[in-house]
Nanobody, 116 residues
Framework: QVQLVESGGGLVQAGGSLRLSCEAS????????MGWYRQAPGKQRELVAT???????NYAVSVKGRFTISRDNAKNTAYLQMNSLKPEDTAAYYC??????????WGQGTQVTVSS
């Protein structure tokens, strides 16, 4: 069973920056893809960004050019650098990990609030 511990959320003004971290532990099969998803009140959870172990990345259109996902494979940690934040980025952000037998794991979420 993989455990994911997120950190780095908080309150920031529009135009500001935050960096989220997600550390994975307990993986017996290795982690392939790590990613961030977010869910705003009354909305469905949506993809923000993913990064494969190889370094291949994928971004939602709404964050492309503002957010950067990265990972340290040695530390089993993924990061999400969020710049030029907008009020519409306000949501609970969840870390996701997918292992090499295609199991999905989720963190408990960290709140990001962007004030206008």
């Amino acid at each position: 069973q993989v455990q994911l511990v997120e950190s780095g959320g908080g309150l920031v003004q529009a135009g500001g920056s935050l960096r989220l971290s997600c550390e994975a532990s307990g993986s017996a099969f290795g982690i392939n893809v790590m990613g961030w998803y977010r869910q705003a009140p009354g909305k469905q959870r949506e993809l923000v960004a993913t990064i494969a172990r190889s370094g291949t990345t994928n971004y939602a259109v709404s964050v492309k050019g503002r957010f950067t996902i990265s990972r340290d494979n040695a530390k089993n940690t993924a990061y999400l650098q969020m710049n030029s934040l907008k009020p519409e980025d306000t949501a609970a952000y969840y870390c996701n990990a997918n292992d090499y037998i295609n199991r999905d794991f989720w963190g408990q979420g960290t709140q990001v609030t962007v004030s206008s």
